[in-house]
Structures are given as C-alpha cells and as structure tokens.
C-alpha cells in the first residue's frame, strides 16, 4: 500500500513560480554563488536519523549519523570531539550522557567538530554549504519574526537577494538559510513536521534559482518519488521530502514566516481551479 502525499491545496505542492521573474532569479542566483565566496558557511543535517525524521526505509541506507556515531563512541573518542569544542571546559566528560550534539541542541558542531566526524568517523553531513541569512533560536520560532532581522553581513553581500525576498507575499519572516549541495551528494528522505501534528501547513516559501536541484517527495517506498517541477514553491513538510543526488553543486534558499492572507486565498484558489 502506498501513502499519499498530504500536498498543499489538494496538489502535491504549490508552484509560485509567478512571484518570481527569470531576470531576477538569474540576479540572486549570480548574487549568491558569489557571494558564498566571502562568508563563512556551516554543515547540516548530520543528525536527522538521530532525530527520527528520517523516512523509515531509508534509516539503513548505509550513511552514518552524527549523533548515533557519538553515541557509540569510547570515553577517548569522546574527549577528542569535547577537546576540539570551541569552549571543552563546559563539559564533564564523567556526565556525557547528558550531552547532544548538533542542530537543534545546546550544543551545535563548530567546523572542526564536523570535519572531524567527517572525517575519521564517515559521518555524513547532507548540506555541506549552508548560510542563514536570517537566523533563528529554535525550530519551533522559525515562522515568527518578532525581534529579527537580517544580518548585517547578509546585507552588505546580499543585497538584491535581500530586497527580492522582501518583497515576497509574507507578514514576517522567522529564518531564511541556503542549503547547498556538494557534487554526488543527496539530502536524506525526511520529514520537518510529523502529520497530525499541526492543523496547517507550515508556510514557507522555497527558491530554487537555477531550478538544477532535483528536490522530491515521497511518503512510499514502493511509490516513484514526485519531483518538483518548479524554480519556485511551497511544500508540506509533513510530506517526506529530499533530494537527489546530481554531479554537480546545487543549491536553494528556504524562507520560513506567515503568509499575507489575501496571498494564501488567491493560492488557494488557483490550486483548487487546476484540480
């Protein structure tokens, strides 16, 4: 039996590609590969396994997680990670039980960390170049932008990327992160929010500029997955979604924040009427 994806108004994503012109995705898309030139970028994702969003046929596909790996790691494997934290006298190596490592944790990887795990210990980190534009605390406040900003490094390299994404149809926004993609790499089948959950859909909106990045969805094994055919959309991320693997760097950039309710009316529209 196959499950269904969730979708958002009754298809299986919303295609937005008519927020954005060609022009100036081929702007942002100049814009940013340059400018990932000058600004320090972070690993992530190394821990979604550990996380259980992982889709369940895919936990045993052979790439190791970080925080199982640290898990299973001798008191002097142990040392070694706390010895290349960028403060190791916080921890007490005598409680390491206490301790979880990576995103969403109190204690994120710095890169040594990452490399390291990369490394000597095969740990395999999907996104090896992501950038937050606009930062958030938690997962859970990632839609609220109340006290946020951009960074000021994000404005001073970013700058038409910038404008074009204030521009987008939203009331605020809580993060904005390019997840980039190196050579042969794949994004895990995951999932951000569990159904039933929550009674609607996270808002977010998803530009991919070059549209290269082959990034699917899947809630069966046994179904083909449905890629998205869009430079830019919306997505249910109570469907598992991913990306393929393809020999060359990809990238997009996600915002997440609440939609202007005349917006998500017209969408709603427009979704029904192609049903």
Known sequence: ??????????????????????AALDTMDREITRGLLHVETSFTGGTLK???????????????DAMTTI????????AELVELADDPS?????????YTFGDETDHPFNRAQMRWLSLRHGVYFPWKVCYHLLENDKWEDKHSGTGKAFSAEAKDVFPETIRLLESLPFTEIGRVVVFGLEPND?????RDTEPG???????????????????????SQEAAPTIVDARVYWFNDMDYHGVLPDPFFRYSIRIDGIFDRAFLRDLERRSRSLR
Request: hydrophobic share 40%.
């Open 1 to 22: 039996m196959t499950a269904k994806l969730n979708g958002v108004f009754g298809r299986p994503y919303a295609n937005l590609e008519h927020l954005i012109d060609e």
């Open 50 to 64: 550990w996380m259980g969003v992982v889709a369940p046929w895919k936990m045993d596909d052979g790439y190791a």
């Open 71 to 78: 898990e299973a790691f001798s008191d002097d494997e142990f």
């Open 90 to 98: 916080r921890f007490d190596l005598d409680n390491r039980v206490s």
């Open 186 to 190: 794949h994004a895990p089948l995951h």
């Open 197 to 219: 959950r929550s009674l609607s859909v996270a808002q977010s909106i998803s530009i991919d500029p070059r549209g290269t990045k082959r990034f699917y969805l899947s809630n």
